[in-house]
């Protein structure tokens, strides 16, 4: 697979850093830039490295990566289960345009569905910006043979939302999961609809399990970060899905996050079909960023 050489790549290039078996400035300066090219955010490589430097005992690569895994692995934050077997559980799925939410959204449903058993679960076709985006979704509930709520285009998609809510309750659904458009034509323009559909939704689903749901694009790096920014200020964000994580060695981009936002990560997407998702966890995910 292309995403696993790539992500390999870094891993490799470690081992190769100290494959001369000279552990000097030279080797730390190169150490900085792996970690920046890998998006772990400036600050966390800074700090990273001159505690390293200045650690006389790191002086091979297992040391160097242990202590890479030990610093990393303080930020980055498991989301855990976010549903509730109590309760209906509303998950609004955030993120701008492209970035994976509808297939997102699928695997969600492909994953719930394979933990919790059939308990009911309906698609809110809250993309009613594209006619496209609602037969995209639509598509997708007849496959996996859940049912999807749609108005016509360009309606409120807040109020898509309240209907597949209602519609859940009268039939004991326990999960609805709600598509979003993420235009992002104006940053202000986005950050206002955003609230408006957070507060209705708040509003309808005051007894529910109301989660927001980010999904960044792994290979946009920095811009993610930017999204999560963004979106976690304007409605507060409960977890993040890192999606494309199969085609990019960015995903150190997770780190800062965590660090920066304190959001936590949930899932990780690796590739188009419904079991590409894998619930994140913070020791597989730096094995797999480190190659080890
Ligand atoms: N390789 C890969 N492609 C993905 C993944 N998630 C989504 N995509 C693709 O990214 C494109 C945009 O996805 P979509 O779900 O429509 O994004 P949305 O606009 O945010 O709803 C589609 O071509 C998807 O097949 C993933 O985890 N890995
Ligand atoms: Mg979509």
Do not use: W
Not at 7 to 26: N, T
Not at 57 to 76: P, T
Request: net charge negative; charged share 25%; aromatic share 6%.
């Amino acid at each position: 697979m292309r995403g696993e050489m790539k992500k390999k790549g870094f891993g490799e290039k470690l081992r190769a850093l100290f494959s001369g078996g000279r552990v000097d400035d030279e080797v730390f300066d190169e150490l900085e830039d792996l970690l920046i090219e890998a998006d772990i955010g400036a600050k966390t490589v800074v700090e990273l490295v001159d505690g390293l430097r200045s650690d006389r005992a790191h002086h091979d690569r297992m040391s160097v990566i242990d202590e890479i895994r030990r610093v990393l692995g303080g930020f980055l934050v498991e989301a855990g289960d976010l549903f509730s077997a109590e309760t209906t559980n509303v998950f609004l799925i955030l993120g701008v345009n492209g970035v994976g939410k509808t297939t997102t959204i699928a695997k969600l449903t492909e994953y719930y569905r394979t933990t919790y058993g059939d308990m009911g679960i309906v698609l809110a076709a809250g993309d009613t910006f594209r006619a496209a985006a609602v037969d995209q979704l639509s598509r997708h509930g007849e496959r996996l043979g859940v049912r999807v709520v749609a108005q016509g285009p360009g309606a409120d998609p807040a109020a898509v939302v309240y209907d597949a809510l209602v519609s859940a309750r009268s039939r004991g659904d326990r999960l609805v999961v709600a598509d979003t458009a993420g235009r992002m034509h104006t940053k202000a323009n986005l950050v206002a609809e955003l609230t408006k559909i957070d507060r209705i939704v708040a509003t309808q689903a005051a007894n529910c399990n109301y989660k927001k749901l980010l999904v960044i694009d792994g290979t946009t790096g920095q811009n993610a970060y930017q999204q999560a920014e963004i979106f976690h200020s304007a409605v507060g964000i409960d977890a993040v899905v890192l999606a494309k994580y199969d085609s990019t060695a960015k995903g150190g981009i997770l780190v800062q996050i965590c660090r920066n936002l304190g959001i936590p990560v949930a899932f990780l997407g690796r590739g188009e079909k419904y079991g590409d998702l894998d619930v994140f966890s913070t020791d597989e995910y730096l094995a797999d960023i480190l190659g080890e």
